[in-house]
């Protein structure tokens, strides 16, 4: 079963949009970290954010906003005022407790991806 | 400076031929880990180690193998038994999960 759940494959935009990237995660653990990243064309994920458990406070880094709802297990990311730059993928993900064979590994959402038009 | 590299960036193999992806870290990092990533799939988990001399299978380990004979470094070998291993290849590592993880800048695999 997905345990990151990325329902929007592809996002279009127009420059200065605010654009919203869902994010919708599934565990049984009462300790786990969320993280959020972007692929750019050259492949390589770029972390944007980590955000444990225990924190629900939302958090603001200049355009980028996160919404954390652990009600709703969802973790959301806001773009303000959309740029051309920001077009690449971007992944959610679980790290959670150790449990099965996955150790501390991450678990990917899908990914969403985000083209931004001038 | 610190960080992952994965060599090369490009890989071009016969199918039937065995392919060695190399992945080296000089960041102390414990963990170690092998994605796999597919138009529209994500990235999926194919081998992970948490210390030396030892690795544990991911979800899709069939037709890889690892190995962990040093801290640093974490090669994966792509076995003529993958039956598709036309993909992107990404090595990641971390001390623990608290301090997140550092992935490399891939390694883009293509059996023809």
């Known amino acids: 079963a997905q345990k990151v759940t990325q329902a929007q494959t592809e996002i279009s935009v127009v420059e200065k949009e605010d654009v919203t990237l869902d994010c919708v995660y599934e565990t049984r653990d009462t300790t786990y970290y969320l993280f959020w990243y972007k692929q750019p064309p050259s492949g390589e994920l770029v972390f944007l954010i980590r955000r444990n458990s225990f924190d629900e406070q939302n958090e603001i880094s200049g355009r980028y906003s996160w919404n954390f709802q652990k009600s709703t297990s969802s973790f959301n990311f806001t773009i303000t005022a959309s740029q051309v730059v920001d077009s690449a993928v971007y992944f959610c993900?679980?790290?959670?407790?150790?449990?099965?064979?996955?150790?501390?590994?991450?678990?990917f959402g899908k990914g969403t991806s985000l083209l931004v038009t001038p | 400076d610190g960080g992952i590299t994965q060599s090369p960036k490009y890989l071009f193999r016969k199918e039937g031929q065995n392919v060695t992806l190399s992945c080296e870290q000089n960041?102390?990092?414990?963990?170690m880990y092998w994605y796999r990533q597919d138009p529209g799939q994500g990235l999926r988990l194919i081998y992970y180690s948490q210390i030396v001399n030892d690795f544990q299978k991911g979800d899709i380990a069939e037709g890889y193998s690892v190995s962990r004979e040093k801290k640093e470094s974490f090669p994966l070998t792509v076995t003529s038994a993958q039956k598709n291993p036309t993909a992107f290849y990404l090595c990641?590592?971390?001390?623990?999960?608290?301090?997140?993880?550092?992935f490399g800048s891939g390694t883009r695999l293509t059996v023809v």
């Open positions: 993900a679980l790290s959670e407790a150790e449990i099965g064979n996955s150790g501390y590994a991450l678990n």
């Open positions: 990641a590592s971390s001390m623990a999960r608290a301090y997140g993880y550092t």
């Open positions: 960041l102390n990092h414990d963990a």
